[in-house]
């Protein structure tokens, strides 16, 4: 079996970096944006940038295993998809809005 | 087989049927049960007894075991639950289903007008079948079974009129000072199981038998000294005599079945029927005897100024339990069983025949209330005249033959025991003469109508009355010989003699005091104010447990057990525990701010850290 290898001219590092920005970037959308939706996306943002360097690192050391985890992800990306939209639905029909910080009634 | 568990079993049947549903039944149908099954379980011993041969000469000189089932078994003790009859238990099967069929009969008409009635029956039938249980066990431990029921069915019965505070009271005290008694008998139990790795009669007996007599104090004399001290306290010995007295608050046929002939001589058939046992330490024999001269001298004197009838009697009972431990403690076991047994005729009689009198004066108990009732209650005139005879040792009377064999028992072994115990005798003629002429004679000083009570109360009592008479002439000494061995040799004639003359002395001064000279005994008493008021007040012994036990017991739980512990240790941990939490989460509550980005925020601080923990140290 030939062996397969990383395209030298992309460092393993430049991934890394990249799913660390994507992570970042879904960090700072889910605190300071205010939309539910929006906050969601980032939260969409943010498996996707681990699923990355899952995906990286199983390449890197020739394990199946980051494959295997980034999979499991997306089908729990995908249920939470799901449940998250029924949620911000339901959010939507009973206050009208979609400021998560009008959303506060587990206070204290 | 003789089916000897039916004996019990069927008073207990009648318990079940008469608590159980008797809140339904009507009378006629709760007596049947109540008194029917007292009678067929008399029926039964003597059928049983019959078929055993226990009346023919040599009938029933080996025990008579059955075995019924294993109980507990654990490691090599092994208890089962096995009845068995020797003489000694024949004696008392037929003194307590006799005599109880006796007082159900009687109660039947003089609890006619109480409430209660049924639960009346259930308690006694309930009694009945504890009794039994406890003289048929052929183990300490059925009979420390039979032992602890019948003590909670004298509670029940003393607490009968429970919505009167003394009665509990009475029942409480009785209950709290036989725990005293019980404690040691289960400790006693113990060392039995240890030292003898059994506690079947037949085993623990027959090794006794090989043992050495112990000189000096050992373990023998630990185990019958704490079998002395559950004996004291369901026998009303000295020191835990106290709550016999006030027992009596019970309706009277308990006083008379229960505090008189049955239950309170539990304690004198267990030193008897560890005869061989007590035999082995003459120090506890001693002990005993000590004891048992001491209670019947000192309630003697408490008798001889009661103005309650019934104290009167419950004072005489426990004199007379005094006199049957001078005879198991001098060695002669038969002569105290023999006590047992007509004292449980004379003295059944005396309380059923007290109950009569306040049956016929609609409850009144205090004898100065009384007087002139000899016309009016002739039959229990003549009924308790027969039982203060045989009380008192007239010659050939019942309580004479068994006074009698103790007394030259004490002589035998010390002759001071014998006078003290002559003295006693004299007064006991005396205070039962005292109440009997303060009943019966000169003028009627009350102001309530008497009335005779009916057959189904008298009747009994005219049995009793025979038995009382007669009942001397059953040798019970010579039937009990193959297992308490008679003692040898003659003593002097004065011996046998003087116990009479000093009874008859005793009648004849409370004929002269309350017959002849109704005022000399008020300014007798004038004259000796202090012994009177020490004697009224029985010593202040119930002042002086109050303040040396009960007192600092209820104070020291109120302050030490209650206010410091309870209040302060306990109940401070558990609320300081709550206190800490609570004020905890106040400092954390603010944490939860409910907006959600906080919550991320925290994570991702969280996060950091970790990722800035394992940068610094490392990764594993």
């Known amino acids: 079996m030939p062996e397969i290898s990383l395209p030298q001219s992309v460092p393993l590092t430049w991934y890394l970096i990249l799913s660390a920005i994507l992570f970042t970037l879904g960090v700072a959308g889910f605190l300071f944006r205010r939309n539910v939706i929006t906050v969601f996306m980032s939260i969409e ?35 939470e998809a799901a449940v998250g939209l029924a949620i911000i639905l339901t959010i939507f029909k009973n206050r009208q809005t979609l400021e998560i910080d009008e959303v506060s009634s587990l206070k204290n | 087989m003789q089916q000897l568990w039916l004996i019990p079993l069927l008073p207990l049947a009648g318990f079940a049927l008469n608590g159980l549903f008797g809140r ?76 109880g069929t006796l007082i159900h009969i009687y109660a039947v008409g003089y609890m006619a007008h109480e409430s209660g009635y049924y639960r009346f029956f259930a308690y006694l039938n309930l009694f009945m079948f504890f009794m039994l249980t406890l003289v048929l066990a052929q183990n300490f431990l059925l009979l420390f079974v039979g032992w602890e029921g019948v003590g909670l069915c004298s509670y029940l019965l003393i607490g009968f ?70 004996a004291t306290g369901k026998s009303a010995q000295i020191p835990l005599y ?14 008379a ?38 209670t019947a001298f000192f309630a003697a004197t408490i008798g001889l100024v009661q103005n309650d009838i019934k104290k009167v009697f419950a004072y005489s009972t426990v004199s007379q339990l005094g006199y049957m431990f001078v005879g198991l403690g001098t060695g002669a076991f038969s002569a105290g069983i023999f006590h047992v047994m007509t004292h ?12 009569s009198v306040i049956h016929a004066l609609s409850g009144e108990q205090d004898l100065r209330q009384m007087g002139g009732l000899a016309r ?40 001071w025991i014998y006078w003290v115990g002559v003295l006693t005798a004299g007064m006991t003629a005396f205070y039962v003469f005292r109440a009997f002429f303060m009943a019966f004679t000169g003028e009627y000083r009350g102001n309530k109508h008497p009335h005779e009570s009916p057959f189904v109360m008298w009747g009994p009592l005219a049995v009793l009355a025979a038995l009382s008479l007669g009942g001397g002439f059953i040798n019970i000494p010579k039937y009990l010989e193959p297992m308490f061995p008679l003692s040898e040799g003659t003593l002097p004639g004065f011996v046998a003699l003087t116990p009479a003359v000093f009874g008859f002395a005793g009648i004849g001064l409370a004929y002269i005091l309350y017959v002849l000279a109704p005022g000399l005994p008020e300014s007798i008493a004038n004259a000796f104010r ?55 989460g106040g400092v954390l509550r603010h944490l939860q701010s409910g907006y959600i980005r906080s919550y991320a925020g925290w994570v991702v601080a969280g996060a950091i850290l970790v990722v800035i923990v394992m940068g610094l140290k490392g990764v594993m």
Request: with cysteine; net charge neutral.
């Open chain 2, 376 to 415: 009016k209650i002739p039959i229990t005139c003549v009924v308790l005249l027969c039982a203060s005879l045989a009380i008192a040792g007239v010659p050939g009377t019942s309580g004479y033959f068994s006074k009698d064999l103790i007394l030259e028992s004490a002589y035998q072994y010390a002759p």
């Open chain 2, 242 to 255: 106290v709550w016999l007295p006030d027992a009596m608050a019970g309706p009277t046929p308990v006083s």
């Open chain 2, 257 to 294: 079945l229960i505090h008189a002939a049955t239950m309170v001589t539990a304690g004198v058939y267990m030193v008897a029927r560890s005869s061989s046992i007590f035999l082995h330490s003459p120090m506890a024999l001693e002990i005993v005897t000590i004891i048992g001269i001491a």
């Open chain 2, 24 to 99: 339904r039944f009507s009378k006629t149908v709760i007596n049947a049960i109540a008194v029917g099954s007292v009678l067929l379980a008399f029926l039964w011993v003597l059928k049983s007894l019959n078929s055993l041969g226990a009346f023919s000469g040599g009938g029933l000189e080996v025990p008579h075991v059955e075995h019924y089932f294993t109980w507990i078994q654990s490691g090599v003790l092994n208890i089962s639950v096995d009845f068995a009859v020797d003489r000694l238990t024949a004696v008392m099967l037929l003194i307590v289903t006799g005599i």
């Open chain 2, 344 to 355: 449980a005729f004379f003295k059944a009689l005396l309380f059923l025949g007290a109950g």
């Open chain 1, 45 to 79: 943002l943010m498996l996707n940038a681990v699923n990355l360097s899952f995906v990286t690192f199983s390449y890197k050391y020739k394990q199946v295993d980051g494959h295997i985890f980034s999979f499991f992800v997306m089908v729990v990306a995908a249920a």
């Open chain 2, 530 to 584: 202090p012994v009177y008021t020490l004697l009224y007040n029985k010593y202040f012994v119930d002042e002086a447990y109050d303040s040396a036990v009960v007192n600092p017991t209820i104070d020291g739980s109120r302050s030490l057990l209650w206010r410091t512990i309870d209040a302060g240790a306990i109940d401070g941990t558990v609320n300081g525990v709550g206190k800490t939490a609570r004020s905890i």
């Open chain 2, 161 to 230: 009129y429970f919505s009167e505070k003394f009665a509990t009271d009475a029942g409480n005290k009785a209950f709290i000072v036989n725990r005293i008694g019980d404690f040691g008998f289960s400790l006693a139990i113990f060392l039995i199981a240890i030292h003898f790795g059994s506690l079947d009669f037949g085993s623990v007996f027959s090794q006794a038998k090989n043992l050495p007599i112990e000189t000096s104090p050992g373990w023998i004399t630990a185990i019958a000294l704490l079998l002395l001290v559950g």
